[in-house]
């Protein structure tokens, strides 16, 4: 079904105003449900969930083949939303919760559909909804608003800048009060955080972000002492805006220039950071060592003779990916990385040249974990810092705080817990489940779960104080989309099903 503006106005405004007023009456709801990405309060944590430890496929309660898409399971109710694309097609699609039935599906009419990494993907982007309303979003398009039952509300399309999201786009729509805020960070300066009404898809308000470039995160509420504040965590910095009007309130720079993760908090703080460019986790490029390319000196004489180096070779980037993954091995070949650090020209690369190199790298940005005191200070951010984690980031899953500690997990299943209140790292250590990580962890009933690309979900236990492995769950099937955790049940989308596990 392509989608069309409704044309009666009477019918318009009486389901305006019926979407108001159900979701002024649900807020209580939203805690129950796993309403946008990260659930109830963008975090990835749900306090009434009690999902199931191990499961498989061959106990699921139900499973459904769905097309493509990274989007993760937006639930309200008995639905389920999804934004899918095959066959040059983006859809939005409500599935019922109960048996996984699809209810309905809807095109949307895009001219030409967004280019992404291989590693990325046009339906990216998780949906939100409450009582009345669930809102998809597509860079491709712009914003679209249904009722559960599939009728098209509204639909604002967003004008495209004139550069698009480096590696295609990522961020996430959430609900504010009665707004809907998506971020548009861009290349060419063209980025900015929107806001539309929820209830008409009307502008509400519009905050430039001229200096920011590419980014994925999807901004979280952070709901304060009374006075809520909207967090976006972008390139090089972190902005606090005003809910209401969109004003900046503070800033915190000292991030890398690429940031996926969407930030976590608790009460008192935001906890924010990401990978430096490259995926690089810690304060050394361990792969780019000059041990670990030794090997292409043929004749060892301490220097790499570029023309001696295959011509298709190309430098591991993220030995923590396997062989074949699109983001493990740089996508440019090593001859042209070695011309740009012979120096002086002699058609080889020395030790001492690859070094300075990588060190002048490695000098523009540093891996970050800040924990930043929201609640006080003035415009400026350096005397909210309280503390600072510089090794062991991850570069797409979101950091998870639960029961005062902060997880982190990045490719090759490296798991680290840092003290909510300290800073301090309790542990670090590998999961059973080795290879890529883009979902982010979820968490409930005292447990963490990490879902990997291979499709592998490790759950733990939250209130150890060291790597408590209480089960591996293998679904045979690739993981990248963030599951969500309703009731007794564990939703998890795969590249080819959606699934639904209970504890029993």
Same mark, same amino acid.
């Given at each position: ?32 449900? /796993?309403?946008?990405?990260?659930? *109830?309060?963008?975090? @990835? ?23 493509? @898409? ?5 639930? /309200? ?18 599935? #019922?919760?109960?048996? !996984? ?41 712009? $914003? ?5 039952? !599939? ?7 967003? *004008? ?29 300066? @063209? ?18 972000? *001229?200096?920011?470039?590419?980014? /994925? ?6 709901? @304060? ?37 969407? *930030? ?25 060592? /000059?041990? %670990?390319?030794?090997? $292409? ?46 120096? #002086? ?9 690859? #070094? ?14 800040? %924990? ?6 003035? %415009? ?16 797409? =899953? ?84 963030? =599951? ?21």
């Amino acid at each position: 079904m392509l989608l069309k503006r409704s044309s009666h106005p009477i019918g318009l405004r009486f389901g305006i105003l019926a979407g108001t007023l159900l979701a002024l009456s649900s807020w209580a709801a939203d805690l129950k449900y /796993w309403p946008q990405f990260r659930g *109830p309060t963008g975090q @990835g944590t749900s306090d009434s969930a009690h999902p199931p430890i191990r499961f498989s496929v061959s106990n699921a309660v139900w499973k459904t083949e769905l097309p493509p @898409g990274h989007s993760s399971p937006c639930v /309200w109710g008995n639905r389920i939303f999804l934004s899918t694309f095959a066959a040059d097609q983006l859809e939005c699609r409500a599935y #019922d919760r109960r048996s !996984g039935r699809l209810l309905w599906t809807r095109r949307v009419p895009v001219e030409k559909v967004e280019s992404t990494h291989a590693f990325n993907h046009p339906a990216s982007s998780t949906a939100a909804a409450d009582a009345a309303t669930v809102v998809f979003h597509f860079h491709s398009y712009g $914003l679209l608003a249904f009722s559960h039952q !599939g009728k098209l509300l509204w639909d604002r399309p967003l *004008p495209k800048p004139v550069a698009e999201v480096r590696y295609g786009s990522g961020s996430s729509p959430v609900l504010v009060r009665h707004l809907v805020v998506q971020n548009q960070d861009v290349e060419g300066g @063209g980025s900015r955080l929107v806001a539309v009404h929820r209830a008409t898809g009307k502008l509400a308000w519009e905050a430039p972000r *001229p200096f920011f470039g590419s980014g /994925w995160s999807t901004p979280v509420l952070w709901p @304060g002492d009374g006075k809520p504040q909207l967090i976006v965590l972008g390139s090089k910095k972190l902005v606090s805006y005003d809910p209401a009007s969109g004003q900046e309130l503070w800033a915190m720079a000292g991030f890398p220039g690429e940031t996926p993760p969407s *930030p976590a908090f608790d009460a008192q703080h935001v906890f924010a950071g990401s990978a430096a460019t490259g995926g690089r986790s810690g304060e050394t490029f361990e792969s780019f060592a /000059w041990e %670990a390319v030794a090997d $292409l000196d043929l004749n060892h004489d301490g220097k790499i003779q570029i023309n001696e180096v295959p011509e298709d070779y190309r430098f591991v980037q993220r030995p923590g990916l396997p062989e074949g993954n699109p983001g493990r091995r740089l996508p440019f070949p090593a001859r042209d990385v070695l011309r740009s650090m012979d120096q #002086d020209k002699d058609g080889a690369v020395s030790r001492k040249e690859w #070094d300075t190199s990588m060190g002048e790298f490695m000098a523009r940005e540093t891996p970050v974990l800040m %924990a930043l005191n929201a609640g006080s200070g003035g %415009a400026v951010g350096t005397n909210r810092l309280e503390w600072k984690v510089t090794r062991g980031l991850p570069e797409v =899953p979101s950091p998870i705080h639960y029961l005062g500690k902060v997880y982190l997990v990045r490719d090759g299943g490296m798991v680290q817990c840092v003290s909510a209140k300290s800073g301090s790292i309790l542990y670090q250590d590998r999961l059973p489940a080795p290879g890529g990580y883009t979902a982010s962890p979820v968490a409930a009933d005292g447990r963490v779960y990490f879902s990997s690309v291979s499709g592998t979900i490790t759950v733990i236990d939250a209130r150890a104080d060291s790597l408590k492995v209480l089960a591996t769950n293998s679904l045979g099937e690739a993981i990248t989309a963030t =599951p969500a955790l309703v009731d007794d049940t564990l939703y998890i989308r795969t590249d080819r099903h959606l699934f639904a596990f209970r504890n029993r």
